[in-house]
């Protein structure tokens, strides 16, 4: 099976703007989580989504959503870009008791 | 509220020998846990898991150990090779959820010594 795939893998932005990140899963995994990952904070859960519908959150602000299609291929959107929004995105998709396999991350520079 | 540490940053290993890598839990609610390894510029790469209802599980030169008790959970890695060289981070559920929520450790570099 083809594992997680993330696009893109590198992006630059300016302050202000916004960003849209993608994430497909494994095949037959309905569940993607993302995390955001940092020199500072480390890796931190930003939210999970299964059957269209975002089930877990982390403490992120109102700036960071996303959403799930139904097939399974998730977005996550950050508006209003800040400097220290710089960091790692990381997608991770899993089955219902499996662990979570990771893609290779979108690395968003903000400038 | 939910944290997981780790006893040491940096670890250092002779290539053949074993490595043990610590971690310390504090959500005595959490019931899943699990190791990743990521190397530098990919993305964490799953090891291997336990659920709270086992104290040891063993995969191809890897063994977790948990210990609910001191709530303290370790990686084992035997005849560790150049390959293995790359940072090791512990995951928990926490309290109510599944699987997809996970509090990560900080995480330990570990290198591998020719």
């Known amino acids: 099976k083809a594992g997680v795939t993330q696009t893109p893998r590198y992006l630059i932005k300016t302050r202000g703007q916004q960003v849209t990140l993608s994430c497909s899963p494994i095949s037959g995994h309905r569940s993607v989580s993302w995390y955001q990952q940092t020199p500072g904070q480390g890796l931190q859960f930003l939210f999970e989504y299964f059957s269209e519908t975002q089930r877990n959150k982390g403490n992120f602000p109102g700036r960071f959503s996303g959403r799930q299609f139904s097939n399974s291929r998730s977005e996550m959107n950050v508006s209003t870009l800040e400097l220290g929004d710089s960091a790692l995105y990381l997608c991770?998709?899993?089955?219902?008791?499996?662990?979570?396999?990771f893609g290779p991350g979108t690395r968003l520079t903000v400038l | 509220g939910e944290s997981v540490g780790l006893h040491l940053p940096t670890l250092s290993v002779q290539e053949g020998d074993n490595s043990i890598i610590n971690c310390a839990y504090s959500?005595?609610?959490?019931?899943?846990f699990i190791w990743y390894k990521q190397e530098s510029g990919k993305g964490p790469q799953f090891i291997i898991d336990?659920?709270?209802?086992?104290d040891k599980r063993q995969g191809q030169r890897v063994t977790v150990l948990l210990n609910k008790t001191v709530k303290h959970l370790s990686l084992q890695i035997a005849a560790t090779q150049p390959g293995d060289s790359a940072v090791y981070f512990c995951a928990e559920n926490g309290s109510n959820f599944g699987n997809e929520k996970l509090t990560f450790g900080t995480g330990t570099r570990l290198t591998i010594i020719p």
């Open positions: 336990i659920r709270s209802n086992m």
């Open positions: 991770a998709s899993s089955t219902r008791q499996g662990p979570q396999y």
């Open positions: 959500n005595s609610a959490s019931d899943y």
